[in-house]
């Protein structure tokens, strides 16, 4: 599986968000707009397939270089997507939050106001953001 990389500057805001995917994991990340391309906030979009059974056995993902890959007890029926491409991804950016969306569903919303990611492929709350639909404005 290919890695994925979409960069969208967002004139409203003056930041950019970048969606990656590396063989395991999709996130996307909005950036300030400095030297540093510092992480103001990141979301988990998807899973590509690989799903481990504790947060623990994360690590050795982190320790080879990869995006945090999702821990099962987070998972749920949305949260693999193993054939997406960057063409499959879009950006949006309305009401102080960013959209982003596989094949027209909405799988991550980041919201602004709140400082908080919301996903469509969590089950529960933890360590990857917010399950969508809950807490949102």
């Known amino acids: 599986m290919e890695n994925l990389y979409l960069s969208e500057y967002l004139e409203e805001i003056e930041k950019h968000i970048v969606i990656e995917g ?3 994991t999709i996130y996307a990340y909005l950036l300030n707009n400095d030297a540093e391309n510092t992480i103001i ?3 988990f979009v ?3 397939g690989t799903l481990v059974d504790s947060l623990e056995a994360v690590e ?3 320790e080879k ?3 945090p890959v999702l821990a099962k007890p987070f998972a ?3 949260s693999v997507e193993k054939e ?3 063409e499959d991804i879009d950006i949006d950016f309305e009401d102080n939050a960013i959209t982003v969306t596989i094949n027209h569903i909405i ?3 980041i919201d602004l106001e709140q400082g908080k990611s919301f996903s469509l492929g969590l089950a529960e709350e933890g360590p990857y953001g917010f399950p969508l639909g809950t807490g949102q404005n």
Do not use: Q
């Open 22 to 24: 590396d063989e395991h």
């Open 76 to 78: 749920n029926e949305f």
């Open 65 to 67: 270089g990869f995006a």
């Open 46 to 48: 998807c899973s590509r």
């Open 84 to 86: 997406v491409k960057a």
């Open 41 to 43: 906030l990141s979301g």
């Open 107 to 109: 799988f991550l919303v």
């Open 60 to 62: 050795t993902y982190l």
